[in-house]
T-cell receptor
Framework: QKEVEQNSGPLSVPEGAIASLNCTYSDRVSQSFFWYRQYSGKSPELIMSIYSNGDKEDGRFTAQLNKASQYVSLLIRDSQPSDSATYLCAVNEDYKLSFGAGTTVTVRA | GAVVSQHPSWVICKSGTSVKIECRSLDFQATTMFWYRQFPKQSLMLMATSNEGSKATYEQGVEKDKFLINHASLTLSTLTVTSAHPEDSSFYIC???????????FGDGTRLSIL
């Protein structure tokens, strides 16, 4: 069974700190990986996509992918209260997405 | 960026009513659209995958006769919840992609409450 697992939350970080989110997946053939942010009562919003090993940076967000370890992570630098949300790791398998359960992040002002 | 529009955003209706939800890709042609359901404090659960001009593929445990999906064009898919009951109350979200390796773009979701 294909699985996507995220580190359990909730994760509470002070404003300005780095929030680190982890995700592991079981399907070795997966090629596309995504991080979505979901605010309470809203639909998911794509914040990062990563397709090859290494780091990908976009503003305050950095995604890291290690296909050999089947691991993908998301770092949020200089965390802001507006970053408080649930972050969903998603892995593309046969064009369908498998989602992790999500990690809820709370940024304390 | 890719925009997916979903309507209505909120529906409250009586038990036994059928409810139709529309999902439109506004600035790209969606070869595939997806329908998800999300209960409170849970992650998204894929209900079905819909390709333009063909029958939808339903995930295990999802009743195809209760959740009717039509994907009549490359920009529109509809989900009809037939004879809805209180247990069907949930947050329904659609998404769309243009090619298989690209990220899914989500609509704003429809909150369905059955009284």
């Amino acid at each position: 069974q294909k699985e996507v697992e995220q580190n359990s939350g909730p994760l509470s970080v002070p404003e300005g700190a780095i929030a680190s989110l982890n995700c592991t997946y079981s399907d070795r053939v997966s090629q596309s990986f995504f991080w979505y942010r979901q605010y309470s009562g809203k639909s998911p919003e794509l914040i990062m996509s990563i397709y090859s090993n290494g780091d990908k940076e976009d503003g305050r967000f950095t995604a890291q992918l290690n296909k050999a370890s089947q691991y993908v992570s998301l770092l949020i630098r200089d965390s802001q209260p507006s970053d408080s949300a649930t972050y969903l790791c998603a892995v593309n398998e046969d064009y369908k997405l498998s989602f992790g359960a999500g990690t809820t992040v709370t940024v304390r002002a | 960026g890719a925009v997916v529009s979903q309507h209505p955003s909120w529906v409250i209706c009586k038990s036994g009513t059928s409810v139709k939800i529309e999902c439109r890709s506004l600035d790209f042609q969606a070869t595939t659209m997806f329908w998800y359901r999300q209960f409170p404090k849970q992650s998204l659960m894929l209900m079905a995958t819909s390709n333009e001009g063909s029958k939808a593929t339903y995930e295990q445990g999802v009743e195809k006769d209760k959740f009717l999906i039509n994907h009549a064009s490359l920009t529109l898919s509809t989900l009809t919840v037939t004879s809805a009951h209180p247990e069907d109350s949930s947050f329904y979200i659609c998404s769309a992609i243009s090619t298989s390796n690209q990220p899914q773009h989500f609509g704003d979701g429809t909150r369905l409450s059955i009284l």
